[in-house]
């Protein structure tokens, strides 16, 4: 199996204090892998290291065959467009209005026309979900379920090959948590795209990740899939909850 992501030997502090103690894992092609732990283990801050907002203290970070600590800006700039990333409260500006919110990036990283761009953020509200009415509407006119669609329709505007979620579920009713999973499974069939979630809903782990690892005391406590799981613990629920 090909790996898009591998972590080999990471480090990462602030100040004295360790976050992460020399970790390593493997993010295979089209999986929907999740970064699992308890409050505070460093979930954030790895994904952080993974779009490189944060810099580790040593290690490689292999993305798309490159590690990306030892790019220079301009290699970095075109590594980061492979990057769509939805951030948990879906970080939308809430003084422009969905359109201008979805046509953000690619007026800035694009030369395409005015007419093309609109067309391109157009298409991806549909492939959300949303009607296209929605477009001329403000973020505080849509429901958190309608904002994730957004934020995520947002962060697939660059037709991005890696797609990070902060806790996309959260804040979701349960009928709206399981249609939002069957989206990011959709999308990454139709799109084949290569998934990496934080995520505290066990539903969404059972549903649609086919790996994980689970962080504590600084270390990867476990790396796999919910089978391989089940076959290291006998009651896998409490397990789960309990992270
Ligand atoms: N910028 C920062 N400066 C100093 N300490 C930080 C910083 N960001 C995070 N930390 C600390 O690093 C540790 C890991 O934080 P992180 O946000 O990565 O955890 P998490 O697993 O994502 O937590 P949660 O599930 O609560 O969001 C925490 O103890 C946090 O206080």
Request: overall charge neutral; proline content about 3%; charged content about 25%.
């Amino acid at each position: 199996m090909e790996a898009i992501i591998e972590v080999k030997n990471l480090t990462t502090k602030f100040g004295e204090r360790i976050i992460h103690d020399n970790i390593s894992f493997k993010i295979f092609k089209k999986d929907i892998f999740a970064l699992l732990g308890g409050s505070g283990s460093g979930k954030s801050t790895l994904l952080n290291t993974m779009i490189a907002l944060n810099r580790p203290v040593s290690g490689v970070v292999k993305i798309l065959g490159k590690n990306i600590l030892e790019l220079d800006p301009q290699e970095m700039l075109s590594m980061q467009l492979n990057f769509g990333v939805l951030f948990q409260f879906g970080a939308l500006f809430s003084s422009l209005n969905i359109l201008d919110n979805l046509t953000l990036s690619l007026r800035e990283y694009t030369i395409l026309p005015p007419k093309a761009i609109k067309d391109i953020a157009m298409m991806w509200l549909n492939k959300v979900g949303l009607k296209q009415e929605v477009a001329n509407l403000y973020p505080n006119e849509l429901s958190g379920g309608m904002i994730k669609r957004v934020g995520l329709a947002r962060a697939l505007s660059l037709s991005p090959k890696i797609l990070f979620l902060d806790e996309p579920t959260s804040g979701l009713d349960p009928k709206g948590a399981r249609e939002f999973d069957n989206l990011i499974k959709e999308l990454r069939d139709l799109l084949e795209l290569n998934i990496i979630m934080i995520t505290h809903d066990m539903d969404s782990v059972k549903g649609i990740v086919d790996r994980m690892i689970i962080l504590k005391d600084k270390k990867i406590f476990f790396e796999g899939s919910l089978k391989e799981l089940s076959q290291q613990s006998d009651s896998i629920d409490l397990f789960l909850y309990q992270i």
